[in-house]
């Protein structure tokens, strides 16, 4: 019992560096930017307020879990900015790497269902890990907007990169892609926030 609770603290010390991780979007008052925790909690929020709008029912403890765990990795790996090409030709090894020592500081079963967590969120093939990428693009597009696309505009962000991005999001919501769309993105595109090198 000793060696697994000390194990489990272990592990719950470590991911208290995801505090420390800090994303391209900037909170609300623009102070600075928001780091990968307050992302996670942020993103579980709304999963839990906007869960009606997922596109098929889900169990929203298990879309909390999800949430929870995914961005754990860049711990060691790092932020890997969305619209950055060269970081996203590294993005799978670095957080692979990440995920083999960082859930595996926890006790081997609780190890492996973490790992099974974090896995199912990237292969996107359940109801909850599609609902689950839905809110981890929504949260993101929702406060570039609400910043007046400051992050957009930093780093000369295309409307064509933010479709690609978001080609899977109408598969977590259509409804709340279509919402995003209309009232977060396009937005932006008219005051040129967005650079617009598509024909929308």
């Known amino acids: 019992m000793k060696h697994e609770i000390e194990k489990q603290i272990e592990f719950l010390m470590e991911i208290d560096k995801s505090k420390g991780i800090l994303r391209m979007n900037w909170m609300l008052d623009q102070s600075r930017r928001e780091d990968d925790a307050q992302h996670a909690c942020h993103a579980c929020l709304t999963a839990m307020v906007l869960q009606k709008y997922a596109a098929r029912p889900v169990d929203i403890g298990h879309v909390i879990q999800m949430l929870l765990v995914h ?14 090409a060269a970081a996203k030709a590294t993005e799978q090894e670095r957080e692979t790497k990440g995920a083999d020592r960082i859930f595996g500081i926890l006790p081997p079963d609780q190890g492996r269902a973490f790992r099974a967590l974090w896995e199912e969120f990237n292969r996107g093939d359940t109801p909850e890990a599609r609902f689950a990428h839905a809110m981890d693009n929504f949260q993101p597009v929702m ?58």
Not at 71 to 82: C, L, P, S
């Open 143 to 200: 406060l570039n907007a609400a910043t007046d696309g400051k992050a957009w505009a930093e780093h000369g962000v295309r409307l064509s990169q933010i479709l690609k991005r978001n080609q899977i999001t109408p598969d977590g919501s259509a409804q709340l892609w279509e919402y995003a769309y209309q009232h977060f993105i396009l937005p932006n595109v008219e005051q040129g926030r967005i650079r617009n090198d598509t024909n929308a």
């Open 71 to 84: 961005d754990i990795v860049e711990i060691d790996a790092g932020d890997t900015y969305a619209y950055d």
